[in-house]
Structure formats: structure tokens, C-alpha cells
Nanobody
Framework: QVQLVESGGGLVQAGGSLRLSCAASGTIFRINAMGWYRQAPGNQRELVANITNGGSTNSADSVKGRFTISRDNVKNTVYLQMNSLKPEDTAVYYC?????????????????WGQGTQVTVSS
């Protein structure tokens, strides 16, 4: 079983910064991509940013220029640096990993989700 452990969420004032971390552990042969999604109450879950094993990144227009995604492939960890936070950024942030897991005899393409970490931005 693969585990995604998230950290770094919390309460911050508008204009402040937070850094989210997500570490993947377990039987992992390869991580194809990792990313961050968020979901506010009553809203659909939406992509914030993701990064591939090769380092290519994508981010939502609403966070471009403010959020930066990065990763450490050795540690199987992805980070989300969030600057100039706005109240509209308030949501539960979920880590996602697209990876090759399973067993050596039967490797399997899988997706995993973290439990979510709350980010609250006050005005």
C-alpha cells in the first residue's frame, strides 16, 4: 500500500505564505507525476498544479505567478510554495500521485490521494 503524507497547511492572513509538502512511501517503482488539487466547501475538486517525473509543470491560471510546484524525486516528495495568498485560496488541498506500484512480478499503474490538508486564508 502506497501512502501519501501531507503537511504544511494552516491558517494564514491574506498576503502570507505557506509551503505544502507531500511525501510518497511504499512500494513504488516509478512516479509518473505528482500534483496538488484543492476543494472548497460546495465546490468541485480542481487542479492547482502538477509536475511530471521529467520536471514539466502545469498550474491553474488562478495561481500562476503566486504558487510554485517542485519535487524531489529521490525522496518522492512534492512541494507547493504558496505566496501572496488570497481568501479565495481557502480550501482543502489534496496531494495526488500517478505512479507505477504493485509488485515486481505485476507492476501496476495506480493513482493515490492524500488525506488532505486544510489551508485557510483570512482577510
Amino acid at each position: 500500500q502506497v501512502q501519501l503524507v501531507e503537511s504544511g497547511g494552516g491558517l494564514v492572513q491574506a498576503g502570507g505564505s505557506l509551503r505544502l509538502s507531500c511525501a510518497a512511501s511504499g512500494t513504488i517503482f516509478r512516479i509518473n507525476a505528482m500534483g496538488w488539487y484543492r476543494q472548497a466547501p460546495g465546490n468541485q475538486r480542481e487542479l492547482v498544479a502538477n509536475i511530471t517525473n521529467g520536471g514539466s509543470t502545469n498550474s491553474a491560471d488562478s495561481v500562476k505567478g503566486r504558487f510554485t510546484i517542485s519535487r524531489d524525486n529521490v525522496k518522492n516528495t512534492v512541494y507547493l510554495q504558496m505566496n501572496s495568498l488570497k481568501p479565495e485560496d481557502t480550501a482543502v488541498y489534496y496531494c495526488n500521485a500517478d505512479l507505477l506500484g504493485g509488485t515486481y512480478m505485476k507492476p501496476t499503474r495506480l493513482q493515490y490521494w492524500g488525506q488532505g490538508t486544510q489551508v485557510t486564508v483570512s482577510s
